[in-house]
């Protein structure tokens, strides 16, 4: 018998004794032990750069897909047959790395039933948000029954909610909880994520404790809901910092912060409309210019942001004077918007 056949029916094994222990064929009623593949290997493409995550060793595109981007109510306009066929439509143009909540509404379940057939090839990491280490095994319970798999390559302590509202040693005991779960092969990684609070996050990324972690990080100084302050931003330079001396994986989130992509010409009307189209190119290539940002973690409603988001990467693949210039240009303008006046 080969060697992935073996897996295969060991891993079936797994799911079967757990199903018959529950009675019913759920995985809420406890998480299987063991369940994360040996040797696991994503096919990769040569449609989008790659690079190596941090310490996790796992080589992935750049581009990351961000659940947030086929929720209804934070905008998608899509079915959730469509939003289905998107997570397919992503993974056929090269993403290998798709990243979700357990408060993203239906984001959790399109993404599980998107990658079905397709899990083991991804990289697929949620999130946790409870302050109550008690309850942190049974919120994983409900995203692994939701995501349709019995492992997770990531599973990440979220910002807000959750670390925003916890003290450092409170987040550091739902990260204990995480720690039991990767240790039972529930998880590959631990990871955490921040849109602001950068004191907090810094603390948490200097024990070393975590595997990767997602900041805010954008041309445009805002975190989710805010204009980050000077303060704000000098701490999150220490988070880089700090993540890429650990050897982290580093993820870019709020890359557009709305502001520069969809919404753009709501916050700045008058603006040229070549260079609208040219901002969301712009931002991509202005985080990935870092070279401590490994991926970059973007919210896609259609396949059109996809194929553009895709492009951006390798037409041009570098940073340029025009993107620096349209950033600017717009921005000077966004900042007067009421929204973001202090």
């Not at 040693?169 to 998880?187: C, P, S």
Request: aromatic fraction near 8%.
């Amino acid at each position: 018998m080969s060697k992935d056949r073996k897996e295969l029916n060991r891993r079936e094994f797994i799911r079967k004794g757990a199903q018959l222990a529950a009675g019913a064929a759920v995985l809420g009623a406890g998480i299987v032990d063991g369940s994360v593949p040996r040797d696991k290997q994503i096919p990769l493409t040569d449609a989008i750069p790659t690079r190596t995550f941090g310490k996790t060793g796992v080589e992935l595109p750049a581009l990351a897909m961000g659940g947030s981007g086929i929720v209804k109510i934070w905008g998608s306009t899509l079915s959730h047959e469509d939003n289905v066929a998107l997570i397919r439509y992503a993974y056929k143009k090269g993403v290998r790395y798709f990243d979700t909540a357990g408060n993203y509404m239906e984001s959790e379940p399109i993404m599980g039933e998107g990658l079905k057939g397709i899990r083991d090839k991804v990289y697929l990491a949620t999130k946790v948000e409870t302050t109550d280490p008690s309850q942190v095994r049974r919120a994983v319970e409900a995203s692994l029954k939701k995501l349709q798999t019995d492992y997770l390559d990531c599973i990440q302590i979220h910002g807000t909610p959750g670390i925003e509202q916890m003290s450092v040693k409170q987040a550091m005991a739902i990260h204990a909880e995480l720690v039991k779960l990767r240790d039972e092969g529930i998880t590959r990684f631990v990871g955490m994520t921040a849109h602001h609070y950068f004191d907090k996050a810094y603390e948490l990324i200097s024990t070393g404790g975590f595997d990767q972690c997602m900041l805010a990080y954008g041309y445009f100084r805002k975190g989710m809901i805010r204009i980050l302050d000077h303060r704000m931003l000098e701490l999150r330079e220490m988070c880089l910092t700090k993540a890429h001396e650990l050897d982290m994986g580093i993820l870019s989130m709020k890359v557009m912060g709305w502001v520069l992509g969809r919404q753009a010409k709501r916050f700045v009307p008058e603006f040229d409309p070549k260079g609208l189209r040219q901002l969301p190119a712009a931002a991509i290539r202005w985080v990935r210019h870092d070279s401590r940002i490994h991926l970059l973690c973007i919210g896609m409603s259609d396949k059109s942001d996809v194929d553009r988001n895709v492009l951006a990467l390798t037409h041009p693949p570098a940073l340029t004077s025009a993107d620096r210039a349209v950033l600017a240009s717009f921005a000077v303008k966004a900042y007067q918007h009421p929204d973001f006046k202090s």
